[in-house]
């Protein structure tokens, strides 16, 4: 794992809070947005672990074959927190499995140098250290990765290999989603899971694993988001004033100018991310619509602005995303403002029901956020015009791993946890007219609901002082 997730998810405390009377004491605290208590099953949903020790490997979990190789762990590394999860779910394990970069989940958890070339598992047990099954032409890439390795060469060694590192494991958490319900999640072969499967091994969704583990921010995601935050609103602000410099001046501009514009913007500021969109007129609405050379902004036209970054340095770089809708003119048409009025209700309904719901210590899952904007929009007559979520995690992906504000393309039921963050973009888009999305990113922290992002409240009119 890399040294970030070591520092963020198991850092090693050798004080006890009050009320702790031994090292193998669970101190539960129950935060924003995690509070399950209908359902012992999701108690792990319902709070962040404080482990104070672990309990020592057992012996009969050490390996005596000579291919095993010993991996120190690093000083401030600890299992406690994610085991006392896995003991919680009552797993035996989570087994993580990469095969050609196709799980960026175990990619960037457990963090092997360069790009192995062969499978390889990692399994993280409930008690003991953890074990990797590896090829012997990418030990290099493992050295660093605490826990024992187990090296094979022949089909036969890593079938040998693969049952030892299973040996006495009845319920392992794969990243994998039942009836594909999650397919963002969906991340290990069919074939890889029969295999397991056929060692007598139970798979279980790594769902909320996931959830504690990836999809959390951490003190350095989180001020890597609001540095990346104050540099959309900075070049969204020089990007307005582009068009409305170009417009002034009687001058010809395009979608793919402003695009152009904003993308050194990225690069001059040390940012990366997908290619922004810059959508006018009856472009806006297209929610998939990519900026073209031959659209030229008019005086008159609606404008559309869309981009996610994060800072290209550092392991745990979140993304900051933003939508802004703009209007090339001295005053909005009416008929601009009332959609998005509406968008915008929507947007704050779902984040009322956030706040409320962290106020009362209640979970609350991400298609009832979803649920809650939808039908602000349903009211207003566009339940046909809302066509995508509302929103989705935001971690070190633009589309991150943890719960998504989802009951339209899939029915997310992961509860949100505190520590993560997510974005609210709820839209109406009316077929060759215009479309309006109202979007802001929200973190769910220790004591409360914080929105990360520039709240709009009225679509900008860039020539306003004409």
């Known amino acids: ?51 104070l020790g672990a309990a020592p490997a057992s012996a009969q979990q050490q390996f005596d074959d000579p291919s095993q190789q010993q991996s120190d762990d690093p000083s401030g590394f600890d299992l406690d927190a994610l085991q006392g999860i896995l003991a919680i779910q009552q797993l035996d394990g989570w087994l993580l499995y990469d095969y050609q970069q196709q799980n960026p989940i175990a990619g960037e958890l457990v963090d092997p140098r360069g790009k192995p070339a062969r499978r390889w598992f990692y399994l993280i047990p409930a008690r003991g250290k953890p074990v990797a099954l590896v ?11 605490p826990g024992r390795r187990v090296v094979y060469e022949t089909h036969g060694q890593f079938a040998k290999g693969l049952a030892k590192v299973l040996k006495g494991r009845k319920r392992l958490a794969m990243e994998y989603s039942p009836m594909a319900a999650l397919p963002s ?19 279980r969704s790594s769902a909320e694993l996931v959830q504690f583990t990836k999809a959390l921010w951490g003190p350095e995601g989180r001020l890597t988001h609001y540095v990346a935050a104050h540099h959309l609103d900075e070049l969204r602000k ?8 170009r417009i002034r001046g009687g001058e010809t501009v395009t979608e793919s100018d402003v695009q152009q514009l904003i993308a050194h913007g990225y690069q001059i500021r040390g940012l990366v991310g997908p290619p922004p969109v810059v959508a006018a007129g009856k472009h806006t609405a297209d929610p998939n619509h990519e900026s ?19 800072v290209d340095k550092g392991k745990r ?3 900051a995303q933003t939508t802004w809708m703009a209007y090339v003119g001295a005053s909005v048409p009416g008929n601009y403002t009332e959609v998005f009025e509406v968008v915008t209700r929507a947007r704050d309904a779902a984040l009322d029901l956030l706040r409320d719901r962290v106020r009362r210590r209640r979970a609350v899952k991400g298609f009832e956020v979803d649920r809650r904007a939808r039908t602000v929009i349903d009211k207003a007559g566009h339940a046909d015009k809302f066509v995508h979520p509302t929103g989705h995690s935001l971690d070190t992906d633009v589309r991150g791993a ?41 973190y769910l922290g220790r004591t409360g609901v914080e929105v990360t992002t520039s709240r709009q409240e009225a679509i900008t009119a860039i020539l306003a002082d004409e």
């Open 238 to 245: 020089k990007a307005l004033d582009f068009v409305a410099r």
């Open 185 to 203: 999640l969906s991340r290990v072969d069919a074939g890889t899971i029969e295999l397991v499967r056929s060692s007598g091994v139970t798979v």
């Open 402 to 442: 943890g719960g998504n504000l989802d009951d339209y393309e899939t029915r997310d039921t992961r509860n949100l946890v505190a520590g993560s963050g997510f974005s609210i973009a709820p839209g109406i888009y009316l077929k060759a007219e215009f479309g309006m999305r109202a979007e802001i990113n929200v």
């Open 135 to 145: 090829h012997t032409t990418d030990v290099s890439s493992f050295e660093h990765v």
């Open 292 to 310: 073209s050379q031959d659209s030229i902004i008019e005086k008159g036209a609606l404008l559309l602005i869309a981009m996610a970054v994060k």
């Open 1 to 51: 794992m890399s040294p970030s997730y070591r520092k963020t998810l198991f850092s090693r405390s050798n004080s006890r809070p009050p009320g702790c009377s031994a090292p193998s004491e669970l101190r539960f605290a129950f935060l924003a947005g995690t509070f399950g208590r209908s359902n012992p099953g999701l108690v792990v949903a319902a709070a962040v672990l404080v482990l």
């Open 317 to 319: 770089a979140i993304y």
